[in-house]
T-cell receptor, first 114, second 112 residues
């Protein structure tokens, strides 16, 4: 079974600090790795995504680092703010055999304290 | 600019009752999806519709049926609700199967 393992389950970071969430996958055929952000009472929203042909992608304070050989990718939130407090999901998808299903990690609840 | 609209927002059912969750998108997207979200389990795909007229099973389809009514609407039906189906259900859409997902705000379903 395709799996994406996400850690930690919860994370508390002080305002201005760096938040780091890690994900590991098993299927080497995965070719798309998005991160979703979810606020309470809302649906997840795409935050940032990367494909395996690059090792890093940065959008503002959010950076994905990708290590193909280790089958790991991580989300770094620089200068974390209380408004970043949310649940973050990593995901992976492979585009083979007519299947385009996203497999999600179990989520990380981030709390940024002032 | 509604995006993906789900109804109802909340629902309580008794075991054995049936109901249909409704989803509509106004982004002219081709693909639509139903996920369930349970504490500590992430999001799991129930069914999806890659394009109008097609539906396929996801990871956890048992106990559910879907209908892609037209390009805009994709409904999820529980024929005989069970307590194990207590969850938050999210509908999502995307321009194509390899495009980013846009989620609705969910339906919180409790089965007693």
């Amino acid at each position: 079974q395709q799996q994406v393992k996400q850690s930690p389950q919860s994370l508390i970071v002080q305002k201005g600090g760096i938040s780091i969430i890690n994900c590991a996958y098993e299927n080497t055929a995965f070719d798309y790795f998005p991160w979703y952000q979810q606020f309470p009472g809302k649906g997840p929203a795409l935050l940032i995504a990367i494909r395996p042909d690059v090792s890093e992608k940065k959008e503002g304070r959010f950076t994905i680092s990708f290590n193909k050989s280790a089958k790991q990718f991580s989300l770094h939130i620089m200068d974390s703010q209380p408004g970043d407090s949310a649940t973050y999901f990593c995901a992976a998808r492979y585009s083979g055999a007519g299947s385009y299903q996203l497999t999600f990690g179990k989520g990380t609840k981030l709390s940024v304290i002032p | 600019n509604a995006g993906v609209t789900q109804t109802p927002k909340f629902q309580v059912l008794k075991t054995g009752q049936s109901m249909t969750l409704q989803c509509a998108q106004d982004m002219n997207h081709n693909s639509m999806y139903w996920y369930r979200q349970d504490p500590g389990m992430g999001l799991r795909l129930i069914y999806y519709s890659a394009s109008e007229g097609t539906t396929d099973k996801g990871e956890v389809p048992n106990g559910y049926n879907v209908s892609r009514l037209n390009k805009r609407e994709f409904s999820l039906r529980l024929e005989s609700a069970a307590p194990s189906q207590t969850s938050v259900y999210f509908c999502a859409s995307s321009e194509g199967v390899s495009s980013p997902l846009h989620f609705g705000n969910g339906t919180r379903l409790t089965v007693t």
